[in-house]
C-alpha cells in the first residue's frame, strides 16, 4: 500500500511539473489570443507555411498565421493573417513567403506601400510572391550546367 502511494506522489509531481512548463511555453511564445486586425492574401503557392507561422515587417514580427485554405475559384493559396493593431498598413503594401535559410521555416514577409489609405479588418493585401522551389531551381541549375557542356 505504501509503494502505491509513493507511485501516485511522484505521478502528480511529474503532471505538476509538466502543466507548468505548458503554462510557461504558452506565456513565452505569444500563443495566447491575438489583438489585432485580421487580413488576407492569395498566394500561388505556399510550401512550408504553416497556421501559426510569423507574419515579419524588416524582420520583426507584426503578427501571426491565423488559417489557410484553397480558393477553389482560382486556384490559388488563401492566407488569412492576425497583425498588431499597432501597425497601420497601406492599402498597397505587398507579402511574399521567405525562407529563414536552407533549413529553417517558412515566415510572411510584408513590404509596406506607400498609400495614404490604411488596410481595414477584413483587407485583403493584393500584391503578393509566393514561396520559391528550391530544390526545383537548384535542379534546373544542374541540368541547364550539364546541357551547356555536351
Known amino acids: 500500500m505504501e509503494n502505491s502511494f509513493v ?9 505538476a511539473i509538466a502543466g507548468a512548463f505548458m503554462a510557461y511555453g504558452y506565456s513565452v511564445t505569444d500563443a495566447g489570443r491575438i489583438q489585432g486586425i485580421e487580413v488576407q492574401a492569395e498566394f500561388d503557392r505556399i510550401d512550408g507555411l504553416a497556421s501559426g507561422s510569423d507574419v515579419r515587417m524588416s524582420g520583426i514580427k507584426i503578427g501571426t498565421v491565423t488559417a489557410q485554405y484553397l480558393n477553389t475559384q482560382n486556384y490559388y493559396a488563401v492566407v488569412k ?11 498597397d503594401s505587398s507579402a511574399k513567403i521567405t525562407s529563414e535559410g536552407l533549413l529553417g521555416g517558412n515566415y510572411v514577409s510584408i513590404t509596406p506601400g506607400g498609400s495614404e489609405e490604411m488596410l ?4 485583403e493585401i493584393q500584391f503578393t510572391q509566393g514561396s520559391v522551389d528550391l530544390i526545383g531551381l537548384v535542379g534546373q ?10
Open 120 to 123: 481595414e479588418n477584413g483587407g
Open 81 to 91: 493573417m492576425s497583425l498588431s493593431d499597432e501597425i497601420a498598413l497601406p492599402v
Open 141 to 150: 541549375a544542374i541540368f541547364s550546367a550539364q546541357s551547356d557542356s555536351e
Open 7 to 15: 507511485e501516485t506522489l511522484v505521478g502528480a509531481i511529474v503532471v
